[in-house]
């Protein structure tokens, strides 16, 4: 992207790995365990500290796109054979299987309290689910084509969606609306994660651009390059600094407020499909196509 700064923000703390593509990575919320998902059909749980390898979950017949922990400790995984499964903390076999949805399942997110989920498929739907009892609670339609993010926000009021068809979403939780429709992207939007503090949400493209928008659809800041498809994003646990992902192995490290571009860092052979914070913002996770997930140590310059 044009511009890059020479500072490099991410030192290289350790890695691990998957025997296929990583897809998905996800710290405890002690920061104590790391979660990856891979294409090998499998979740591995490490230790933060040491990079041990603590489980592997097995259960799902194709690839896991997505896994997360619900505040009770629970572990959530999304599949491409279309169904989320609900684990124990220590990584025992799966307490719950949610289906509902019809092809791929590529994306999910959980509440940051309670036990809501959120899901998006291949189906064009977004769904609402309780972690807790497995119960399904809404089946959103209204998208065009296939779904490729979702985020629910830290309040739990607000689900933003998007995918194929170049739009972001955002539902009402409580009626199950369409709040508002947001069109910035030229190509299918890849990554959506609402900030901590609630009040923005970003988006990412196979444009090659990075939005902040507030709740009522207004376009913050913008920043990109067309020739750099962006595949995820996540937010510092203070909401200042957002991670972004490409599809050229890189992973930059953006100031939300005007998404000035602080840190571009080699990490992986090629996409970079997940990125993710530990809870104390003093680490960050990369997980790559190259089946590596590389712990990095966040530096302020």
């Not at 572990?75 to 491409?80: F, M, N, P, R, S």
């Not at 998006?120 to 689910?129: A, F, I, Q, S």
């Not at 990125?275 to 104390?280: D, G, K, L, T, Y």
Request: glycine content about 12%; hydrophobic content about 40%; proline content about 2%.
């Amino acid at each position: 992207m044009a511009g890059e700064p020479a500072t490099d923000r991410l030192v290289w703390k350790r890695s691990v790995g998957h025997n296929n593509s990583a897809y998905w990575a996800a710290f405890s919320r002690d920061g104590k365990r790391l979660a990856t998902a891979s294409l090998d059909n499998t979740v591995k749980l490490w230790n933060v500290a040491d990079g041990r390898h603590v489980a592997t979950l097995k259960d799902h017949k194709d690839g896991v796109a997505f896994v997360g922990f619900l505040a009770d400790g629970a572990i959530v995984t999304a599949g491409l054979d279309s169904t989320l499964k609900i684990w124990s903390s220590d990584g025992g076999g799966p307490t719950r299987s949610l289906s509902g949805h019809n092809g791929y399942l590529p994306c999910a997110a959980v509440a940051t309290t309670g036990s809501l989920l959120a899901s998006g498929g291949y189906d064009k739907t977004v769904r609402l689910w309780d972690g807790e009892s497995g119960a399904a609670l809404a089946t959103l339609t209204g998208h065009e084509s296939n779904v490729q993010a979702v985020a629910i926000a830290a309040n739990g009021r607000t689900v933003a969606s998007g995918g194929d068809d170049r739009s972001i979403r955002l539902w009402d939780v409580e009626t199950k609306k369409t709040l508002r429709i947001l069109r910035g992207h030229n190509l299918t939007v890849e990554a959506l994660v609402f900030s901590p503090k609630d009040d923005v949400l970003a988006s990412a493209g196979a444009d090659g651009t990075v939005q902040v928008w507030n709740l009522e659809g207004k376009s913050l800041a913008s920043a990109g390059d067309k020739s750099v498809g962006v595949k995820s994003l996540a937010f510092s646990p203070d909401g200042q600094t957002l991670a972004a992902g490409g599809n050229d192995g890189a992973v930059r490290l953006f100031r939300v407020r005007d998404l000035q571009q602080l840190s571009r860092t080699k990490a992986h052979k090629n996409t970079v499909y997940g990125v993710a914070f530990n809870p104390a913002g003093s680490l960050l996770a990369s997980a790559g196509f190259d089946g590596a997930i590389h712990i990095w140590e966040v530096r302020d310059k």
